[in-house]
């Protein structure tokens, strides 16, 4: 079980794959969690399985690349429970993406998909933590394809680069004030959003492995987290390659 316990636990993207998983893997912990995503009927069976196993939860159906609504979530979970411990920011996708098969409006929606949406949240929860007494974590699900450009996955890699440099900055200017920031780099999980996109996927964990690693990086707080090793240690080498040796390695690996 997580030893996560009576926090207030706001996961954005929680009616599916790794934040449902998160949400169900907390449950346990006697912690109280406001849970965000579009579909409504989705984040309503969650939430019954997560009171079911013994923390409180408010479902919240919203959609987060509206500003205005990621605002209200914010402060609805503060009228609820009082304050936000922890935000997870899970919500996003990266779709297979080869720049010569998209629009530029392609393109511009991964970037809100992916930054974007990050931003709607982090400001409201940004002026909600400076008030709390303890500040809190704010944790971000981010990719190890936000490390280097990843073939097919461009415009993905891209948003997830700049949100992480975004959270770089505020952990700096925030960090004194109480509020952490921990950015989690997952390899491929296997959850239903991508298990038919066609890419190549390896060393693919499983979605509960996935949250595990979520939830330990929510515990430990570490500014960076990197799972699975193999394909963080797969991205390390790539990156530390001379560029035309890792754009070998990268279009073999892309294009099996
Ligand atoms: N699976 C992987 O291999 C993998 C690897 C690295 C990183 N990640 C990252 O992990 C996160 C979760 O991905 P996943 O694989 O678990 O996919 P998923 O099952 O599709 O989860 C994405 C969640 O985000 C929500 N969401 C999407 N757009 C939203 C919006 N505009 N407003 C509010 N919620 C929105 C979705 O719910 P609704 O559709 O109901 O809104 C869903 O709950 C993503 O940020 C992804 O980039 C995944």
């Not at 706001?10 to 998160?22: D, F, M, R």
């Not at 109280?32 to 984040?43: D, G, K």
């Not at 393109?107 to 930054?115: C, E, G, K, P």
């Not at 959850?191 to 990086?217: C, H, M, N, Q, W």
Request: hydrophobic share 45%.
């Amino acid at each position: 079980m997580a030893r996560i316990t009576d926090r207030t636990i706001l996961i954005v993207g929680a009616s599916s794959g790794i934040g449902a998983e998160v949400a169900r893997q907390l449950a346990p912990g006697k912690n109280r969690l406001v849970i965000t995503a579009r579909r409504a009927p989705e984040l309503a069976r969650i939430a019954e399985q997560v009171r079911a196993a013994g923390s409180s939860c408010l479902d919240i159906p919203a959609d987060a690349l509206d500003p205005r609504a990621a605002a209200d979530v914010v402060a609805a979970a503060t009228r609820e429970f009082g304050s936000v411990d922890i935000a997870l920011l899970n919500a996003g996708d990266g779709p297979d993406m080869p720049i010569d098969q998209v629009s530029v409006a392609d393109v511009s929606r991964m970037m809100a998909l992916n930054y974007d949406v990050v931003v709607n949240y982090l400001i409201p929860l940004t002026e909600q933590m400076l008030r709390q007494r303890d500040g809190g974590l704010i944790a971000h699900t981010n990719s190890l394809a936000g490390l280097m450009g990843i073939p097919r996955q461009g415009p993905y890699s891209a948003a997830k680069a700049a949100a992480r440099t975004l959270l770089d900055a505020a952990r700096v200017e925030l960090g004194p004030r109480g509020i952490r920031f921990t950015t989690i780099h997952p390899g491929f999980v296997a959850t239903e959003r991508i298990s038919e996109d066609g890419l190549p996927k390896p060393f693919e964990i499983s979605e509960e492995r996935g949250a595990r690693y979520v939830i330990r990086a929510l515990e430990k707080e570490p500014a960076q987290a990197y799972f699975p090793w193999p394909t963080a240690a797969l991205v390390r080498t790539l990156r530390a390659l001379p560029t035309p040796l890792a754009s070998v390695i990268l279009r073999k690996l892309a294009y099996p």
